[in-house]
């Protein structure tokens, strides 16, 4: 699978932004999908996941009821739909596929090159 994310930009606080992760190569919708996040000096985190059908997500503390990941099966596409977007929401964002389930850790097969989202103050 080939991952590749869009919609990254510089933003000012409290504005939304949303990012894609177009895939292409192997059978989208047999693959659940994380978004990760790793900014300047720290670990790469989890964001946000969706399984294979998108009936199912998972957020991270930091995100939840501000962000949103859906699925567009159809087009092999995921999107993080980003709200009331903070300055600590600076990161580069990446997104990932694996077989099946979501996983909050790492562990997935195939990563996007990432997008920068930059939000300033």
């Known amino acids: 699978v080939q991952l590749v994310e869009s919609g990254g930009g510089l933003v000012q606080a409290g504005v939304s932004l949303r990012l894609s992760c177009a895939a292409s190569g192997r059978t989208f919708s047999n693959y659940a999908v994380g978004w990760f996040r790793q900014a300047p000096g720290k670990e790469r985190e989890f964001v946000a996941g969706?399984?294979?059908?998108?009936?199912?997500?998972r957020y991270a503390d930091s995100v939840k009821g501000r962000f949103t990941i859906s699925r567009d099966n159809a087009k092999n596409t995921v999107y993080l739909q980003m709200s009331g977007l903070k300055p600590e929401d600076t990161a580069v964002y990446y997104c990932?596929?694996?077989?099946?389930?979501?996983?909050?850790?790492?562990?997935?097969?195939?990563w996007g090159q990432g997008t920068l989202v930059t939000v300033s103050s």
């Open positions: 969706i399984n294979l059908s998108g009936d199912s997500t």
């Open positions: 990932a596929a694996r077989r099946f389930m979501i996983a909050v850790t790492p562990q997935y097969d195939y």
